[in-house]
Each structure stands twice: as C-alpha cells, then as structure tokens.
C-alpha cells in the first residue's frame, strides 16, 4: 500500500466534493473547468489559496447560490475557508462562466 494513498483526499480536492454538493442542495447543476492552487502561509496558520472556474446554466436558482455562496458555512474536513470571492461571472450562449477565490486554513 502507498502511504500518499493514506493521506486522503488534499483540500482543493475536499473544495469541489463541498462546491458540488452546496450546488445540488440547491439545485444548481455545475461543472469544474479548472482548479489551481497555491501554498499560503501566515505567521500563525498554514493554508492554500484555490481558484476555481465553474459553469453552470443560468436562472434565478443559480443567481441565489451565488449570492449566497461568500457567507455560507463550508465543510472541508481538516480546513477552515477563511474567505471565499466569486471573483467573476460572465453569462453567454445560456451558460455562466464563474471564477471563485478561495482561502483554505488547516484545522489541526
């Protein structure tokens, strides 16, 4: 056995199983174009900065998630977000193109 397949799932990954399922809760189908991540780190925590770009099909159910997206409570196991900003969305040809900011803390 690997001990890198001990370790579990790392917290961009951890991000899009929490996006995807906040998505479905309310109804909204998405689909991750990309994520990219960084190592962040302060005087007193360690994290990882991620960018995410989503799409999904625009209306008013996909309007309310994202307005609601920045103050909703996040479950990432092992993380804390400690800030969350749809950066941009960009709405064409009936789909909404939307990159998100995110700033993961570890919680150990």
């Given at each position: 056995m690997r001990l890198d397949s001990?370790?579990?799932?790392?917290?961009?990954?951890?991000l899009v199983r929490a996006l995807r399922a906040q998505a479905m809760a309310a109804g909204?189908?998405?689909?991750v174009r990309s994520i990219a991540?960084?190592?962040?780190?302060?005087?007193?925590?360690?994290g990882t900065c991620h960018r995410?770009?989503?799409?999904?099909?625009?209306?008013d159910t996909f309007d309310r998630w994202i307005?609601?997206?920045p103050e909703s409570e996040w479950i990432v196991?092992?993380?804390?977000v400690a800030d969350l900003i749809?950066?941009?969305i960009i709405r064409d040809a009936?789909?909404?193109s939307v990159s998100i900011s995110i700033l993961t803390i570890e919680d150990n």
């Open positions: 001990l370790r579990g799932a790392d917290a961009g990954t951890l909204v189908v998405i689909a991540t960084r190592p962040w780190a302060s005087a007193t925590f360690v995410i770009a989503i799409e999904a099909e625009p209306g307005a609601t997206m196991r092992g993380h804390l749809v950066d941009r009936g789909i909404a």
